[in-house]
C-alpha cells in the first residue's frame, strides 16, 4: 500500500512560521501606530500654526476696537460721573471675562484623548482576537 503524500508541515515548522508571522504582524502595527501619529501631530501642528497667525491678527484688530470702546465710553459718560481712568478699568475687565471663557473652552478642546491612536487600538485588538481564534 502506497503511503498518500501529506501537505501538511511539521510542528517545529509552524511554531517557525508562527513566531515569524507574530513579529511581522507586531511591526506592522507599530508602523501603523507611527504613521497614526505622524498624521495627528502634524494636523494638530497645522492647526496650532492657523491658530497662531489668526490669533495675532486678531489681537491687533482688538486692540483698536478697545482703544475706540474706550473712547466712546468716554464720550457717553458724562465727565462729572466718571473719572477718565475708569472707563479703561471697564472695557479691560469685560474682555478678561470673555477671553477668561474662551481660553476654557480651547483648554477643553485640547484634551488628550483627542490624540488617541483608535485605529491602531482597534487593528490591536482584531490581532488579538483573531489569534485567539487561531490558538483554539
Known amino acids: 500500500m502506497q503511503r498518500a503524500i501529506s501537505d501538511e508541515r511539521s510542528v517545529g515548522s509552524l511554531i517557525s ?6 513579529a511581522l504582524l507586531v511591526r506592522k502595527e507599530i508602523q ?7 498624521e495627528k501631530v502634524s494636523q ?4 496650532i500654526g492657523a491658530l497662531a497667525v489668526g490669533g495675532a491678527i486678531a489681537f491687533a484688530g482688538l486692540l483698536v476696537l478697545l ?17 477718565p481712568w475708569l472707563a479703561p478699568l471697564v472695557v479691560g475687565g469685560i474682555v478678561a471675562l470673555i477671553g477668561l471663557v474662551v481660553l476654557a473652552v480651547g483648554r477643553k478642546n485640547m484634551r488628550l484623548h483627542n490624540l488617541a491612536l483608535s485605529r491602531t487600538v482597534e487593528s490591536v485588538r482584531r490581532d488579538k482576537e483573531f489569534v485567539k481564534e487561531q490558538a483554539k
Open 17 to 22: 512560521d508562527l513566531f515569524q508571522k507574530s
Open 32 to 38: 501603523l501606530g507611527k504613521a497614526e501619529m505622524n
Open 44 to 47: 494638530r501642528g497645522s492647526a
Open 67 to 83: 482703544g475706540a470702546a474706550v473712547l466712546g465710553l468716554i464720550e457717553v459718560w458724562p465727565p462729572a460721573q466718571i473719572h
